[in-house]
């Protein structure tokens, strides 16, 4: 059953659209990825989404409940985590959650026992007493997603939650969330990582300029690339300008890219395709710092789909 | 309306533990008030007008005793006139004119009997020339006196003269009459009537402190509304208020918390100002307890206002860091807190009751005189009326550009 249901959402700036005719749907329970670079629109979908812009056109509906016609509804169904850390430095975090509490309407009897649960799920229940300005940029972190999670929500929105943190904290956060999701909590999760899209999200929505441009499960959107390995070169030397067309003849090679200090390849032959482009490379006087093997992920998907990386 | 309070509530926990808000808010106003009324209590005190006059009695009769013991002695006077009574004229013009004395009256023998005739008699003034002002209303009042017995008499000698005429009374029987009438005649102290100085204004308060304590205290609450005003955009920048806007809590629900907590904490600070200027300097803010509630805030409602009213129209928190003092500044200027209001030209005092500080002055001046709330009507509606005004603009603006 449909938790979240996108028809047709556009949002428009001037001549320029944010977001263009979007449509999606997400499951009860499901975690769904919106994978996408800086600029994508998935910052401008999420706030249509929690109700804090409004659509120029199309609608969308989280448990039945209008964003339009309902936003107050949409509200008492999902909880929010915005890309700042949107915390008072000044209270603690017991108070920071409690003041957040009150706003969600967490009702007084369930509210201490909830706050004690959650800042034991993100493993800050000795420190609930510190002010969050004494707090570490990943333990802000994890408290900024302890607030989303305040009202039980039905779906749990998640824009960039792990910018500029530590990998640990990542890890941690990562895996929370993944048990908070196995536990039947649905998640949109939005981020511009690939892995963490990949850990997180069986199913994922890649954008651009505002577009899906492809959307499906994981195993589905690797099939868009085929088979297919994705190999790096870094060098030591300027690229000649013409190489980009010799190494597309090399059996096997579907894509090259060359980037300012590296050459990208997608290629069917994976790793055995590795030992003709170097005798190239060498031929041609390049040095050659390093070499890096990725299997078929996501990424390649989308430099497939667009010609360009995510963090681009 | 409990979010409202909740969201009101934290600000005020916010700006309470803000170390620098302690500091700014409520020692900066109480050491201005400290040192503002110190160094300007001079100019508030009512020091009494004492002026030592000498007098010698030559004539020692009916009229000049009147005029030394009921007169100069009388209870008009006394606290005015130091008398100091000398035996020779020579004496008493020396004293003069060295200053001892403001002046020195010598009453010549034979006055009250030169008058009671209808005569003309001379009483000599001899004033010091440094004491002027002094030996004037000694003068005045002894012209006035020798006017009044002269007039007096006059009626009298007339009356007299009239009765015998018409047989109604035979000679041997003035003298009782005169007597009886003498008796019955208004008091002394009615004979001459004494203009009480006038340069004290009636509406000053009698301390520089209490005075600065009002003017201090106005100036500070706007500086705790900017204070508070801030942290909309502070909230706007840190995301908060956008975390808020996902809530199921509506954009005007969001804003009038936050004004309520600007109107909270600058409620706090002018109370804690009230209570430490009253504790610790002794400052008389009257005694109407209901009176200095509906004042505080009233005022509370005025500047609150015009703190949110500044921060819709300033874009950053910066901004309203160095515009804000700057106004707190001016308005305190131009509605008397720095300067005393009295003896301003009209000009200036029509522009000093367009602020806020003015009528806050008023009022709190009003109740410090011991006048009760009948008494503050006007101002209380007036920084209501502004605070209405002001919080209008302000949260049509914010909800205009999105600040909530």
Redesign the interface.
């Known amino acids: 059953m449909d938790l979240v249901e996108i028809k047709d959402l556009t949002k428009v700036y001037g001549s320029r659209k944010a977001v263009d005719n979007v449509s999606f749907t997400i499951k009860k329970g499901e975690a769904f990825g919106l994978l996408g670079p800086n600029g994508a629109g998935k910052t401008t979908l999420v706030s249509m989404l929690s109700c804090l812009l409004k659509p120029t056109s199309g609608d969308a509906f989280i448990g039945g409940a209008s964003i339009i016609h309902n936003p107050m509804e949409v509200k008492r169904k999902i909880g929010v985590v915005p890309q700042e850390i949107s915390l008072y430095g000044q209270l603690s975090a017991l108070e920071n959650l409690n003041f957040w509490a009150q706003m969600y309407d967490v009702p007084l009897r369930e509210r201490a026992k909830r706050i004690e649960d959650l800042l034991e799920l993100v493993g800050l229940a000795d420190r609930k007493k510190d002010r969050i300005d004494r707090y570490s940029g990943g333990m802000k972190r994890r408290i900024n997603i302890a607030v989303g999670l305040l009202p039980n929500p039905e779906l749990l929105i998640l824009d960039e939650p792990t910018v500029g943190v530590d990998p640990q904290s990542r890890t941690a956060i990562l895996e929370t969330l993944k048990k908070l999701n196995q536990e039947g909590l649905a998640i949109l999760y939005t981020s511009h990582y690939m892995e963490e899209v990949e850990f997180l999200c069986p199913r994922v929505g890649i954008m651009d300029l505002g577009k899906i441009i492809a959307l499906g499960t994981q195993g589905e959107l690797r099939l868009l690339v085929g088979e297919k390995d994705s190999l790096r070169i870094y060098t030591q030397t300027l690229i000649p300008i013409n190489i980009k067309e010799e190494i597309a003849q090399i059996e096997g090679v579907s894509e090259v890219r060359i980037g300012e200090n590296f050459i990208g390849v997608l290629s069917s032959r994976g790793r055995r395709t590795l030992p003709a482009i170097l005798d190239l490379l060498h031929d041609r006087e390049v040095k050659v710092k390093s070499v890096e093997v990725k299997e078929p992920n996501l990424e390649n998907v989308f430099l497939h789909l667009t010609g360009k990386e995510l963090r681009e | 309306m ?2 409202v309070w ?2 009101a509530w ?1 600000d005020v ?2 700006r309470a ?2 170390p620098s808000s302690f500091i700014v808010l409520l020692l900066m106003p109480l050491v201005l008030i400290f040192i503002l009324g110190s160094v300007f209590q001079g100019g508030f005190q009512n020091t009494p007008f004492k002026v030592p006059v000498a007098f010698v009695d030559q004539d020692e009769g009916e009229l000049s005793s009147i005029l030394k013991d009921e007169v100069l002695k009388g209870p008009e006077l006394s606290e005015m006139i130091i008398l100091k009574e000398v035996d020779f004229p020579e004496e008493a013009r020396n004293m003069a004119i060295a200053g001892k004395v403001a002046c020195s009256i010598i009453v010549p023998q034979g006055m009250s009997v030169e008058i009671m005739k209808g005569k003309t008699t001379t009483i000599e003034v001899i004033g010091d020339p440094e004491q002027s002002i002094k030996a004037g209303v000694v003068k005045n009042i002894v012209e006035q006196f020798v006017l009044e017995a002269t007039r007096r008499s006059v009626i009298l000698s007339t009356a007299v003269e009239q009765l015998l005429s018409r047989s109604l009374i035979q000679p041997s029987q003035i003298e009782g009459l005169v007597s009886s009438w003498l008796e019955n005649a208004p008091a002394a102290e009615n004979l001459i009537e004494i203009r009480k100085d006038t340069a004290q204004d009636q509406n000053r308060p009698s301390s520089a402190m209490d005075y600065y304590a009002v003017g201090m205290g106005a100036m500070y609450l706007l500086f705790a509304a900017n204070y508070g005003a801030r942290s909309i955009l502070e909230e706007k920048r ?3 208020t ?9 954009p005007l629900g969001i804003l009038s918390g936050k004004l309520l907590g600007i109107a909270l904490f600058t409620l706090l600070q002018f109370l804690l100002i009230i209570f430490f200027s009253a504790s610790v300097y002794g400052v008389n803010w009257g005694s109407s307890i209901f009176g200095i509630a509906l004042m505080a805030l009233a005022s509370v409602f005025a500047m609150s206002g015009l703190g949110a009213f500044l921060a819709s129209f300033l874009r950053t928190e910066g901004q309203v860091a160095a515009i804000g003092p700057a106004v707190a500044i001016i308005m305190a200027f131009l509605g008397g807190g720095m300067i005393t209001i009295y003896g301003w030209p009209s000009w200036a005092v029509l522009i000093s009751r367009l602020t806020p500080n003015r009528w806050i002055l008023e009022g709190f001046l009003s109740l410090m005189r011991g006048n009760e709330i009948g008494e503050i009507i006007l101002p209380l509606s007036v920084l209501g009326g502004m605070g209405l005004f002001l919080f209008s603009i302000a949260g049509l603006r914010m909800r205009w550009r999105g600040d909530v």
């Open positions: 409990r979010k909740h969201i934290k926990k916010l533990r803000d840190m995301g908060t956008i975390r808020l806007l996902t809530m199921p809590i509506k």
